[in-house]
């Protein structure tokens, strides 16, 4: 096949008039931190997910953190999680004191085993953080069932599943609470930025005060038409506000999320078209429960030769790709730290080493995939 001159990358976010627009009009306004357009993102994530509340933040990590402080994790606590993440959730985990513990996935759609959570619960265990993989829900009535019984939250990692839904309940939906990322690599995206929801309105105050100093009222409240700019600090906060500018972007991109998704969701379909029976590889599962699928990352499992071998083929045909994720427990730092018995993750260890992320944005032309998986089948040949 004739190799394509220009580099078809991993992501690349879908930016059209309509952003550009909100953007600049936030400009234009001369308000562009933290105020309005804020709290109608808030608003529209409520409408979105169903929940009660929605916290606009920096970025899904530090929505996390804010999180397992509101929860007050702290040293010595149990947190329940899969070791299929990316590290920013095991890192906040350990940067609270607590420890993660690492709970087996399904080999075919890398999501948690809820069948294996209950036997990791101690009377340590303060939370359970699912990751709805690549756009895939978990299977959320055995985990809130657990949750019911033990009497432990959730906390659901949502980054990969803006517009997902499991039996018609969009995650942050189910009563407990959840974190999303707005990363360029995201379905939808603010440049950098995050989205906690839940429905708790004692830990509303509470995460709004760590948000931004500790301080009660945002600069909006300070500094607009009436607002009080003196203030006072109960309990030290961080510098984990969104700004207006981002939240421009991120409600012009979720007034377009259907659309979006959509096409991910066309883009996808024709992947398992055109891969379908291709020897040497092993296609993203999808969960048998009702779903709707996010599509957030098309990832496949390369069987019949050595994953280095063939993104560097990839690289050579300028395609790009990604790693989702490098299993957490054999990082070095949680490797050290948390030793993990033989044959314990048995399912994620079999994935980690064949895992590999093709290109799926919804500006991709179908000829893209087309190009895509010739260039899969012609590696996958040769070997």
């Given at each position: 096949m004739e190799i394509r001159k220009d580099f078809l990358p991993l992501s690349r976010p879908s930016i059209g008039e309509k952003e550009i627009l909100e953007v600049t009009?936030?400009?234009?306004?001369?308000?562009?931190?933290?105020?309005?357009?804020?709290?109608?993102?808030?608003?529209?994530?409520?409408?979105?997910?169903?929940?009660?509340?929605?916290?606009?933040?920096?970025?899904?990590?530090?929505?996390?953190?804010?999180?397992?402080?509101?929860l007050d994790i702290k040293r010595g606590d149990e947190i329940i999680t899969p070791s299929m993440t990316f590290a920013s959730t095991l890192n906040m985990i350990t940067l609270c004191g607590a420890r993660p513990v690492f709970v087996d996935i399904h080999y075919d759609t890398l999501n948690i085993n809820a069948d294996l959570i209950e036997k990791k619960i101690t009377e340590r265990t303060?939370?359970?953080?699912?990751?709805?993989?690549?756009?895939?829900?978990?299977?959320?009535?055995?985990?809130?069932?657990?949750?019911?019984?033990?009497?432990?939250?959730?906390?659901?990692?949502?980054?990969?599943?803006?517009?997902?839904?499991?039996?018609?309940?969009?995650?942050?939906g189910f009563g407990q609470s959840?974190?999303?990322?707005?990363?360029?690599?995201?379905?939808?995206?603010?440049g950098e930025g995050g989205m906690i929801t839940h429905n708790d309105d004692h830990l509303e105050s509470q995460l709004r005060l760590l948000r931004f100093h500790g301080i009660e009222r945002d600069a909006w409240k300070r500094y607009g038409r009436g607002g009080k700019p003196e203030y006072d600090i109960q309990t030290p906060g961080f510098k984990y506000n969104l700004t207006d500018i981002q939240a421009a972007l991120g409600l012009a991109q979720l007034s377009r999320l259907e659309e979006l998704n959509n096409r991910r969701r066309q883009l996808a379909d024709q992947y398992r078209r055109e891969l379908g029976g291709v020897e040497g590889l092993e296609l993203p599962g999808v969960p048998t429960y009702p779903h709707t699928h996010a599509w957030?990352?098309?990832?496949?499992?390369?069987?019949?030769?050595?994953?280095?071998?063939?993104?560097?083929?990839?690289?050579?045909?300028?395609?790009?790709?990604?790693?989702?994720?490098?299993?957490?427990?054999?990082?070095?730092y949680f490797q050290k730290r948390h030793k993990i018995k033989k044959g314990e993750l048995k399912e994620t260890e079999r994935a980690n080493n064949r895992l590999v992320s093709l290109p799926l944005f919804p500006d991709m032309k179908d000829d893209d995939v087309s190009y895509v998986c010739e260039a899969v089948r012609e590696i996958l040949k040769d070997g």
């Open positions: 009009e936030c400009l234009k306004s001369g308000w562009i931190t933290t105020g309005p357009l804020c709290k109608a993102f808030e608003e529209k994530f409520c409408e979105l997910t169903g929940a009660s509340y929605a916290l606009a933040v920096s970025s899904g990590t530090a929505g996390m953190h804010l999180m397992l402080l509101g303060k939370g359970i953080i699912p990751v709805h993989f690549a756009g895939a829900p978990v299977d959320m009535d055995k985990i809130l069932s657990l949750s019911q019984r033990f009497n432990v939250p959730v906390i659901e990692d949502a980054a990969h599943a803006v517009g997902t839904y499991y039996k018609r309940i969009h995650p942050g959840a974190i999303f990322s707005f990363h360029p690599i995201k379905n939808i995206t603010t957030h990352l098309f990832v496949i499992k390369v069987i019949s030769m050595d994953r280095e071998r063939f993104m560097q083929k990839l690289s050579e045909y300028q395609i790009g790709y990604g790693i989702h994720f490098p299993a957490g427990h054999r990082l070095s």
